[in-house]
């Protein structure tokens, strides 16, 4: 299986602060990565689709880098809204598998 | 936009069986993968499994034998079956849809979510 590690698993940030998040794979996993958002054990929200790819209606602040083993998630301007949980999932092989996530508190 | 609703019992014995029901509001369930995803309080997310239109699936080996997928696509709705569980199954399940991007799959579609609690 594909181990994806991510870190921090927290951080603490104001407003206005760039934020960025890693995610480290076990293997190469080409840019088949995507990155979601969560609040409060809701239902996630992707943002991030292979790898750098921004979701229809997500804001242009997030943005998406990497390919093979290393990848970040960057909010160039954080936002109130943004506080949140954040993750990354590979699906380049079964099974897919998610970081543990980052909370931005 | 399609729409994914959860359903089945909130509460269960150990060693009971879980059986969750999806039901999707799409013309159609081709094309995509349809799975299932599982998260204890305060933990990450857990991938449980992948099922195709076809029925072919994959599934989370942590699972074992335990989980079985089906697929419905005529009356829109996928299942989860989960045998023996323990309180470590104790969490909200989340059912969603995978589709192709530029470069593998990603999830633009999720359900709200149901909790399910495994308690004597």
């Known amino acids: 299986d594909i181990q994806m590690t991510q870190s921090p698993s927290s951080l603490s940030a104001s407003v206005g602060d760039r934020v960025t998040i890693t995610c480290r794979a076990s293997q190469t996993i080409g840019t088949s990565l995507s990155w979601y958002q969560q609040k409060l054990e809701k239902a996630p929200k992707v943002l991030i689709s292979?790898?750098?790819n921004l979701h229809n209606g997500v804001p242009s602040r997030f943005s998406g880098s990497g390919s093979g083993t290393y990848f970040t998630l960057t909010i160039s301007s954080l936002q109130p809204e943004d506080f949140a949980t954040y993750s990354c999932?590979?699906?380049?092989?079964?099974?897919?598998?998610f970081g543990q996530g980052t909370k931005v508190e | 936009q399609v729409q994914l609703q959860e359903s089945g019992p909130g509460l269960l014995k150990p060693s009971a069986t879980l059986s969750l029901t999806c039901n999707v509001s799409t013309v159609s369930m081709t094309g995509n993968y349809w799975s299932w995803i599982r998260q204890p309080a305060g933990k990450g997310l857990e991938w449980l499994g992948r099922i195709f239109p076809t029925g072919t699936t994959d599934y989370n080996p942590s699972l074992k034998s335990r989980v079985t997928m089906s697929i419905a696509i005529y009356k829109h709705q996928f299942s989860l079956t989960l045998k023996s569980v323990t309180a470590a199954d104790t969490a909200v399940y989340f059912c969603a849809r995978a589709s192709p991007g530029k470069i593998g799959y990603y999830f633009d579609s999720w359900g709200r979510g149901t909790l399910v609690t495994v308690s004597s």
């Open positions: 292979a790898a750098s």
């Open positions: 999932l590979q699906t380049y092989t079964a099974p897919w598998t």
